[in-house]
């Protein structure tokens, strides 16, 4: 079992910047696959970031290529969303997970956070 934490969801203005964590605890961190969605109200679960187990390959989705970078430290457990430029519409609950592979599916992914809510102002 994999347990995961997320943290750094809040309110922020239009154009400005956030940093999310997601600590992981429980199974060796290292060979999972981790990845960022995100869920606005009325609406489905989608792809944000993934970053590989190796770290070595990332992905993300169009909606926020330029804007947002996925990191992960293997030291702390921990995987990291930096997000800047911040619009309204990246207003959602934002959720970590882990997997075996890399995959934009949120079904391809075994464990899940309970959710961090960012807020972006106009």
């Known amino acids: 079992q994999v347990q995961l934490v997320e943290s750094g969801g809040r309110l922020q203005q239009t154009g400005g910047s956030l940093r999310l964590s997601c600590a992981a605890s429980?199974?060796?961190?290292?060979?999972?696959?981790m990845a960022w969605f995100r869920q606005a109200p009325g609406q489905g679960r989608v792809f944000i970031a993934f970053i590989s187990g190796s770290g070595g390959a990332t992905r993300y989705a169009d909606s926020v290529k330029g804007r947002f970078t996925i990191s992960r430290d293997y030291a702390k457990n921990t995987v990291y969303l930096q997000m800047n430029s911040l619009k309204p519409e990246d207003t959602a609950v934002y959720y970590c997970?882990?997997?075996?592979?890399?995959?934009?599916?949120?079904?391809?992914?075994?464990?899940w956070g309970q959710g961090t809510q960012v807020t972006v102002s106009s």
């Open positions: 429980g199974r060796t961190f290292s060979p999972y696959a």
């Open positions: 997970a882990a997997g075996l592979f890399s995959s934009v599916t949120g079904a391809d992914y075994n464990y």
